[in-house]
């Protein structure tokens, strides 16, 4: 009789456990700061942890303000994943209020912050004078815009969930690396399709500064009606530089934003008679069943939104 063949089927019953997928009640409670961040946690993590998302589809992160079930949840979390960069500057009065003292994890740790918009090539509208409005100081928020510093926040992400959670260590690499081959795929794709304009026509209007690393990543230069934040307000000398600039340059890609007011955007493509393109995706995604529910379909939407417009400048 074989002793041994009990336990080597015991061995294979719990490797089996290991693998399964745990039940909702037993998932790790993860907080994840906006949206597109919640996508990202949620495809390294997977069925071992349950994502909660503070600033939802649609949502607007810089005038966020958090509510009695938003600081439950953070109290009840056992990781917080933001994104840095100043992006988040009402975190730490959140953790404060929900007495959180597990990890809060910055997914653009290790990230080279490029510096919000300026007069680098000696256009009329010159985005220094935001600097007063805005509540994220130089450094540009909104990395996640470059494909390649996803990549960054994927593998923060990981190594993250794996100190917390090591048991899972070895499932948050592999799906952490499968989200990165998606990544990759994506920037490819971008790449290949943004060859194909010449410099001079890949020039875009959007509301607020949220598109300097993409612009910097595929060589698009963006111009905003708004600071790097939402709340802040152009003088009239600023809209009015704008507007000749559009003009004078015959710019037709003009584009309101999902979590923005379309008001002032309205009003600049009128009295600069360019009509507006679609709506574009910057610092939210859309609601399910929307063109943009997750990350990765967010960039393809956007990048094919960009090109259908740039191709008329």
Known sequence: MNFLRPFSVLLAALALTASLPASAAERIPVVASFSILGDIVAN??????AVTTLVGPDEDAHVFQPAPDDIKAVSRARLVVVNGLGFEGWIERLA????????????????????????DDHDEHDHHDHDAHSHHGK?????????????????NIAAALARLDPAG???YRKNGEAYVGKLQELDRWAIQQFAQIPDAKRRVIT??????????HYKVRFLAAQGVSTDSEPSAKEVAALIRQIRTQKIKALFFENMSNPKLLQQIAREAGVTPGGKLYADALSRPGGPAPDYLALMRYNIGQLLDKIRLN
């Open 44 to 49: 390294v993590g997977g069925d071992r942890i």
């Open 96 to 119: 404060q209020s929900a007495n959180y003292r597990g990890a809060i994890v910055t997914a653009s740790a290790g990230i080279s912050a490029r510096e919000r918009a300026g007069d």
């Open 139 to 155: 450094d540009d928020p909104h990395a996640w815009q470059d494909p390649q510093n996803v990549i960054v926040y994927t593998r």
């Open 169 to 171: 260590a070895d499932t």
């Open 207 to 216: 509301s607020h500064d949220a598109f300097e690393y993409f612009g910097a």
